[in-house]
């Protein structure tokens, strides 16, 4: 398969630095998003994933009118989660995003966890996320695009690319960038690109 993963566009929380409140978008970040729908088109999609947050369903949104997949939702893909950090609620979902397919995992209540995760439930949950990718699309010619999450994204590349977690070698994702990874039935993986924004105008690079 080849793995695409795809962050954000630029949110609230990005500019003012306040985070764990589950913001939505900037007029910068849907310019970001509707640049990077051209390239996703031209990259041949099949399949698509997300997290429940607004701003990943937001991405997602933006991205229906070029690209009409029905993505598969799991809190399995969320950022980090911080201490007191904020998400919204399944019927708050549907009113924004009455397109998606929420997993009944999130009840109508809360969902999301109240205290900070740990190191181990991160390097946890970003082996749950990438066995579910290989599951489905290994030995395959699927073209796979995650919208995803700086912070747990720099978790997932460590564990994809089998890399020590101690953050000696580490990752950035600007905000709209493709993470092209070519990952082969033997398990081998091949970079292609890593926080590639060549598809933005220069104005348009956020973090």
């Not at 796979?144 to 089998?162: D, K, M, S, T, Y």
């Not at 990952?183 to 690109?193: E, M, N, Q, Y």
């Amino acid at each position: 398969m080849d793995l695409f993963f795809v962050r954000h566009g630029q949110t609230v929380g990005n500019v003012s630095g306040i985070a764990g409140l589950d913001p939505p978008m900037t007029e910068t970040g849907v310019r970001q998003i509707n640049q990077a729908a051209a390239r996703l088109a031209r990259e041949g999609i099949t399949h698509l994933y997300c997290s429940p947050l607004y701003r990943a369903l937001q991405t997602v949104d933006l991205l229906r009118q070029t690209l009409p997949l029905d993505p598969v939702i799991s809190p399995v893909f969320c950022e980090t989660w911080g201490t007191a950090w904020n998400a919204r609620t399944a019927p708050e979902l549907r009113d924004l995003f009455p397109w998606a397919n929420l997993p009944a995992s999130l009840g109508e209540g809360r969902w999301w966890p109240q205290t900070a995760e740990t190191a181990e439930e991160i390097n946890l949950r970003a082996r749950q996320a990438l066995g579910i990718l290989e599951e489905r699309h290994r030995d395959t010619e699927d073209r796979v695009c995650l919208i995803g999450h700086i912070e747990f994204g720099r978790i997932l590349f460590h564990h994809l690319l089998g890399l020590n977690s101690n953050r000696s070698v580490t990752f950035t994702f600007r905000n709209a960038s493709f993470s092209h990874v070519r990952w082969f039935g033997d398990a081998r993986k091949i970079i292609v690109s890593l926080n590639d924004v060549h598809h933005l105008p220069e104005e348009l690079w956020t973090i």
